[in-house]
């Protein structure tokens, strides 16, 4: 297994982070965890194109794991490919349909891109064949506990408390070739995830705050700091750490080593911080 790192910040801008995505290939199969703003752009700067990803599945529904949807189904249309495999929480089946259905957000582009003469003329002289059919992923709404297996690999999941009741927000757990990966999404601590993650060759953690940082009782239980992951991680006999969905703040002055040798202490070794563009085998 191999990770691409596509995203690692959060939803506020920021000059060397996308919103969360990450990428994991396994054999053929070309695995995306999440889609937020700035994967698009960082998927194609890793040398990947929209038609190589095979699967997306979807943590959660905020907007900073989701933005940049649209644009993968379509660029990955525009290339002929497949129907991209969607897996995540509803309602995505009928954001999918607002943005790609007979009325939705893209059905004037649509129309044009597929009726019109010159268009389709393009269409054709790239290879394509008429009548020029609308993106149509294939989409599969999932509850925490979903598991599947599929060209030699598994996923399982587990809810993870974050912005419930509202959205439902889930973490993965990916293995394969006898390795394991765990991706958190955006999680408080909780049992179902330290067992989902136990013994994993690497688990992908979100860290929303430092340690020290001020904040509610309830915040508080929902952002778990660097050395609460790192025992957490501990405790589920993980191999390696990485921490992701920095905020700007975060990475200012001494924000990234606070937090690494925080992690470290509660991990027992060492731990990273994930960089976008950064390439992670498993």
């Given at each position: 297994?191999?990770?691409t790192?596509?995203?690692?910040?959060?939803p506020?801008?920021?000059?060397?982070?996308?919103?969360?995505?990450?990428?994991l290939?396994?054999?053929d199969?070309?695995?995306?965890?999440?889609?937020?703003g700035?994967?698009?752009?960082?998927?194609i700067?890793?040398?990947?194109?929209?038609?190589?990803?095979?699967?997306?599945?979807?943590?959660?529904?905020?907007s900073?794991?989701?933005?940049?949807?649209?644009?993968?189904?379509?660029?990955?249309?525009?290339?002929?490919?497949?129907?991209?495999?969607?897996?995540g929480?509803?309602?995505?089946?009928?954001?999918?349909?607002?943005?790609?259905?007979?009325?939705?957000?893209?059905?004037?582009?649509?129309?044009?891109?597929?009726?019109?003469k010159p268009?389709?003329?393009?269409?054709?002289a790239?290879?394509?064949?008429?009548?020029?059919a609308w993106?149509?992923?294939?989409?599969?709404?999932?509850?925490?506990?979903?598991?599947?297996?599929?060209?030699?690999?598994?996923v399982s999941s587990c809810?993870?408390?974050?912005?419930?009741?509202?959205?439902?927000?889930m973490?993965?757990?990916?293995?394969?070739?006898?390795?394991?990966?765990?991706?958190?999404?955006?999680?408080?601590?909780?049992?179902?995830?330290?067992?989902?993650?136990?013994?994993?060759?690497?688990?992908?953690?979100?860290?929303?705050?430092?340690?020290?940082?001020?904040?509610?009782?309830?915040?508080?239980?929902?952002t778990?700091?660097?050395?609460?992951?790192?025992?957490?991680?501990?405790?589920a006999?993980?191999?390696?750490?990485?921490?992701?969905?920095?905020?700007?703040?975060?990475?200012?002055?001494?924000?990234?080593?606070?937090?690494?040798?925080?992690?470290?202490?509660?991990?027992?070794?060492?731990?990273?911080?994930?960089?976008?563009?950064?390439?992670?085998?498993?």
């Amino acid at each position: 297994m191999r990770l691409t790192v596509l995203g690692s910040g959060s939803p506020e801008p920021h000059i060397n982070r996308a919103s969360s995505g990450y990428l994991l290939e396994i054999g053929d199969d070309k695995i995306l965890f999440d889609c937020g703003g700035g994967v698009f752009d960082n998927l194609i700067r890793a040398g990947f194109k929209p038609s190589d990803v095979t699967h997306l599945f979807f943590s959660h529904l905020h907007s900073d794991h989701f933005m940049d949807y649209a644009r993968l189904v379509h660029a990955a249309w525009d290339e002929g490919a497949a129907p991209l495999k969607v897996f995540g929480p509803a309602p995505i089946a009928r954001i999918t349909d607002q943005y790609f259905g007979k009325n939705g957000v893209f059905s004037n582009d649509l129309r044009a891109r597929t009726e019109l003469k010159p268009s389709q003329d393009v269409w054709v002289a790239r290879g394509g064949t008429l009548p020029r059919a609308w993106p149509a992923p294939s989409v599969t709404e999932v509850e925490p506990g979903f598991e599947m297996s599929e060209n030699g690999w598994t996923v399982s999941s587990c809810a993870v408390p974050h912005a419930q009741p509202v959205l439902t927000c889930m973490a993965f757990a990916v293995e394969a070739v006898g390795k394991k990966f765990v991706y958190s999404g955006d999680a408080g601590l909780c049992a179902e995830l330290k067992t989902l993650a136990a013994g994993a060759d690497l688990l992908l953690h979100w860290c929303y705050r430092l340690d020290g940082t001020e904040a509610s009782a309830e915040m508080a239980q929902m952002t778990p700091t660097p050395t609460e992951i790192g025992a957490m991680a501990r405790q589920a006999d993980v191999k390696r750490l990485f921490l992701t969905h920095f905020r700007t703040t975060m990475d200012q002055g001494d924000g990234q080593s606070f937090a690494r040798r925080s992690a470290q202490e509660g991990f027992g070794q060492s731990v990273e911080i994930a960089a976008d563009l950064q390439v992670i085998d498993i």
